[in-house]
């Protein structure tokens, strides 16, 4: 299967939001509400941060939140901040294989 | 607490074999499946495939298939990941990561990956 595709990077100022998309097709993004996003600092494990195009896990911040629009999910997270810097990865099945995107490189101005 | 903590770094010459281990703990290791995922130098995530921890039975993703090869041992808690036949391409972080969720479809935890060095 193909990599989702994401922008290569996005950047932000503290306090404000930004939205990373991430765009599939109608076999995968659009054929299942099964998206989820993972947050990855420099030289750490990527860290589950969305499931199911919109939940939540534990302990994750709801400035965190999760949509989809036909093909097309996105990733919002609001009040920037430092802590936020970090690659983006969205996730959705096509069958019964998972499909990275090819991440977004995210910079807090 | 729920965590996987992976063996340390490896370097290998080609055509040499390595294994990769993934201990669990803080959780009934049988009841959730295990992944692997791959990530090369400067690039994205590659879903590797899954174990089911029950049976044993392992699935490879396109092109995982051959030369990978995943195995548990559930008295100690710890899956595994073997490649054979090394090739400079496989130079890449290997991450476990279990399924976050009866669903199967997320990954949570994630071990803190170990990078495989393929090099003459």
């Known amino acids: 299967q193909s990599a989702l595709t994401q922008p290569a990077s996005v950047s932000g100022s503290p306090g404000q939001s930004i939205t990373i998309s991430c765009t599939g097709t109608?076999?995968?993004?659009?054929?299942?509400?099964?998206v989820s996003w993972y947050q990855q600092h420099p030289g750490k494990a990527p860290k589950l941060m969305i499931y199911e195009g919109s939940k939540r896990p534990s302990g994750v911040s709801n400035r965190f939140s999760g949509s989809k629009s036909g093909n097309t999910a996105s990733l919002t997270i609001s009040g920037l901040q430092a802590e936020d810097e970090a690659d983006y990865y969205c996730?959705?099945?096509?069958?019964?294989?998972?499909?990275f995107g090819g991440g977004t490189k995210l910079t807090v101005l | 607490q729920v965590q996987l903590v992976q063996s340390g770094s490896e370097l290998k010459k080609p055509g040499a074999s390595v294994k990769v281990s993934c201990k669990a703990s803080?959780?009934?290791?049988?009841?959730?499946?295990m992944n692997w995922v791959r990530q090369a130098p400067g690039q994205g995530l590659e879903w590797m495939g899954w174990?089911?921890?029950?049976?044993?039975?392992?699935t490879y993703a396109q092109g995982f298939t051959g030369r990978f090869v995943f195995s548990l041992d559930t008295s100690v808690s710890t899956a595994y990941l073997q490649i054979s036949s090394l090739k400079a391409e496989d130079t890449a972080v290997y991450y476990c990561?279990?399924?976050?969720?009866?669903?199967?479809?997320?990954?949570?935890?994630w071990g803190q990956g170990t990078l495989v060095t393929v090099s003459s």
């Open positions: 109608s076999s995968d993004v659009g054929s299942y509400n099964l």
């Open positions: 174990i089911n921890t029950n049976t044993g039975n392992p």
């Open positions: 990561a279990r399924d976050y969720d009866s669903s199967g479809y997320y990954l949570l935890p």
């Open positions: 803080g959780y009934t290791f049988t009841s959730y499946a």
């Open positions: 996730c959705s099945y096509a069958g019964s294989s998972p499909v």
